[in-house]
């Protein structure tokens, strides 16, 4: 029997029938607030509404009439099958509704071809099992002065297990206090399944009420199940006009969907949905592990996987965040102590610059970077490196464990064996080719659908598609382009405006003067970021809108294809939108920049130089800004924000009475929230994946990452769960096995940071710089004159008329300073590149070549010795198996000489078979002779 629990662990049955006649004419809201809960029964208080199809009265009357024949004819398909339906037709109402009733006649039917495993009797069930299986670990010992008894013996294990086991109860200990209390949230206990057969009902724990026999997840799947497999049309021609989803495409329907238990608003009855709302989206508990059982209970195996997954990554951020806050912490606290930001700071050093721009730039003072190189010191030293192979490490055990924590939640909720279904034609494919007369018959399913010849429609369409998607990508890179532009610009613009502020008694305006000028850079990397995220956004928009138009266009048979087409682009076309701004200052600002007097040019104008302490910090910035404004800010806004001012608008321009509100069935309510979309799990997964890539791909430079990520992952939760119990309808209770193929994606980003990672310690940060100078050129083993080694010098006689500075005063510097490691301008080769810079050079493909290998050496060892499937696990699953085939088989024996088979005689059978059988050390079934009843026998039978 399906039930509930209340806040207090009191159950309460949820299938209990009302009296319909009293509470036909009560409205949603007193059902809500009654002890029994809502109506979910047809008129005779006895069949439970499983589903609810809408549909519009709106329209053209030739529409209408075509509708209502299609309804027609699909309800008598359903009423054909054995489905019960009773419809809900209010006049003046625009929607009207049909509900549907699965009787147990059709539900045992489907459960069998649908291989649904069901809850065997308990006499069955799995602890039994156990306690059976336990005499197994125990043999016969012979004592001296003779005598038997028995005593429990446990080989020893291996240090790896025993440390594993010990990890594994330390870990457990640390999440205890964040554990919801088991009285009010009670465990749902895992029950012996196997899959359901009509012919062997006596295994399975059938109540004397057969209709309570099947919970609502399952009884909703079946429906959902048979009415995506019934036609709408009695034209031979028209073999493909069958399933809720086309009917829906074609507007003969407008919804279709299972009704939510109750409401969750504080004084509902109790019921499943406010159980999760109140224990599950309620903020007070957002540092509680989540119920997913109730989750997979509610919402079914598709969404609870999902927040699964989710609340496993967050709880894999915490080592993350606390590793990257001590790296940052570090670099904080060195900061001040470091040699090459003294120096920078050091006014005496009298560092004089070269100008950043042509013509109106000045000469300027490398103190005045001072602020610059400490913040850049933060995140660029050495414990950045290790912090790099860290997460390295810790992308790949997220991965590996991951794979064993789904395998225990795939056999914890009978997903093992999952088969995947053969998937009907997409509505939208059907009525695109609808027109089409060449029609193929399908291998599977033998129908003739509407087929399309690859190279004279298909080819045409695909190559259309990904050309448009390389104009969309190309787009991303412009609007890079551009905001380099800007940057290149305002800190020109900035560096002018400080030189020819006009002298004024006024210390406001000179202090002001004097903090831009000392901050240009600064100031101009986050007004670019700000801008680039800006500009995310709305590349985003219009990538969503014709991604999808695009995959459309295609004409892709089944939802699968559909998904994992539009998964390809969104993923690819977001990885560039996010990345390229990214991307582009970790490995390539400042690379091909020149030298004084002879810059490399793009479109007239000198390419980006890094400032004086680095393009890290740089990074630092651009990443903190687009991830957590992305992350925090614009996905929040979307998710919540946007959601509450229209339906506050809504309001406003429609209002109701009172009298309106508490006239609506719990249909006509759950109607009026947003439908629950195919694509709803879609854009979470992408959210948490592209945060993945910012956190694996570019984490050299944002130490700070993993903590941000966990902050926004504990909202995210919340703000999902919010959604889902408050917001949508209740979705179909989908089964999937696993992830799908975003463990590919979040596989190949893990494999691609490897590299990302070494190039930006190479290239980007000056690691690799301050090691070479303290091994090859450092008089003491320091970091002592490393600034100085690291400046080259450019004699100002050598700038030609073109680019020499015009401001006053600029005719009295003789020599300035610039970031490169070449040849003084008195030696044999001046400005050519230095023996230090081929040192270096050398230096950082050594160190991308090592660390590339020897991690990815490590992490394949890593993931070698991490099994995916746990071993107990495995021996649980082949230890279940074997039970029950052997159960099933001797009690078919029985039946077949025509003995009545009871509890008792299952008994006996486990007990047979547990004396019989014992399991090995490499978790196969081994046979054990049956015990003597003489002691000389049973030592001789000791195994």
Known sequence: MQSQTNGGGKQVSADTPKNVEEEEEEDADVQDKRPSGRNMFFKDGKKRIDYILAWSTEGKPEKLAHSQEARAVFEENLEQEGLKLEKDEKEGEEVHFLKVHAPYEVLTRYAEILKVRMPVKKSLDLDKIQQKY?????????????????????PIKAVSTRLWDTMTNITKKVFTPFQLDEEVVKPIKRRFNVAYSRDKEYLFDIPDDREKYFDHATRSRIVNFILRRKSFSKAKEKAYSFGINKMIA????????????????????????????????????????????????????????????????MQMLIPASIIGLIVFIYGCVISGNSYPANEVCDKSKNFTMCPLCDFQCPYWKLSAACSHARASRIFDNNATVFFAIFMSFWGTLFLEFWKRKEAALQFKWDLTDFVTEEQPPRPEFLAKLEHITTYKEHPITGIKEPHLPFWRRRFPIYLMSWT????????AIVAVVGVIAYRIST???????????????????????????????????????????????????IYNRLAFWLTDMECLRTQKEYDDSITLKLFSLQFVNYYSSIIYIAFFKGRMVGRPGKYATLFGGRQEECEAGGCLIELCIQLAIIMTGKQLIVNNIVEILIPK???????????????????????????????????SLFYEYLEMILQFGFLTLFVAAFPLGPLFALINNILEIRFDAVKFTTQLRRPMAERVPDIGVWYSVLYGISRIAIIS??????????????????????????????????????????????????????????????????????SDDPYEYSQMYWHVLAARFAFVVVFENVIVVITGLIAWLIPDVPAKLKLHIRREAYMSNEIIIKTELLRAKGETVGEEDIEK??????????????????LVHRKSASPEAAENNVV
């Open 757 to 826: 990672n070494a190039f930006i310690i190479a290239l980007t940060s000056d690691f690799i710089p301050r090691l070479v100078y303290t091994m090859a050129y450092s008089p003491d083993g320091t970091l002592k004159g490393y600034v100085n080694q690291t400046l080259a010098v450019f004699n100002t006689s050598d700038f030609d008329e073109a680019h020499r500075p015009v401001f006053e005063g600029s005719d009295i510097v003789e020599s300035c300073r610039y970031r490169d490691f070449r040849n003084p301008p008195d």
């Open 645 to 679: 001012i229209i339906k506050w608008i809504k309001r406003k321009i429609w209002p109701e009475t009172k009298e309106q509100k508490m006239s609506r069935s719990p249909w006509e309510k759950d109607y009026r929230l947003q439908p629950a979309e195919t694509t």
């Open 134 to 154: 336990a005499k197994l670990e125990k043999i016969l010992i012979k004592l001296e002065g003779g005598g038997f008894h028995r005593r429990a013996v446990t």
């Open 909 to 926: 059978i486990i007990e047979d078979e547990s004396q019989r059988y014992k399991t090995n050390d490499f978790g196969s079934m081994e």
């Open 491 to 541: 800190l020109a613009a900035l560096q002018v405006l400080t030189r020819n502020t006009p002298v004024t008694n006024s210390t406001f305006i000179a202090s002001t003067a004097e903090v831009i000028y000392q901050n240009a850079s600064l100031v101009t990397t986050v007004t670019a970021a700000c801008i680039n995220l800006l500009i995310i956004v709305i590349l985003n928009i």
């Open 250 to 313: 074609d507007g003969h329907y407008t919804d279709a969907f299972p009704l939510h238990e109750g409401h969750w608003k504080p004084g509902s009855a109790d019921n499943d949905r406010k159980l999760l709302f109140d224990y599950w989206a309620n903020w007070r508990n957002c540092f509680k592990i989540q119920p997913l059982d109730h989750v997979r209970a509610y919402f079914g195996e598709k969404i609870a996987i999902y927040f699964a997954w989710l609340g496993f990554y």
């Open 468 to 475: 448009a998607m390389l104009f969309l990508a190309f787009l």
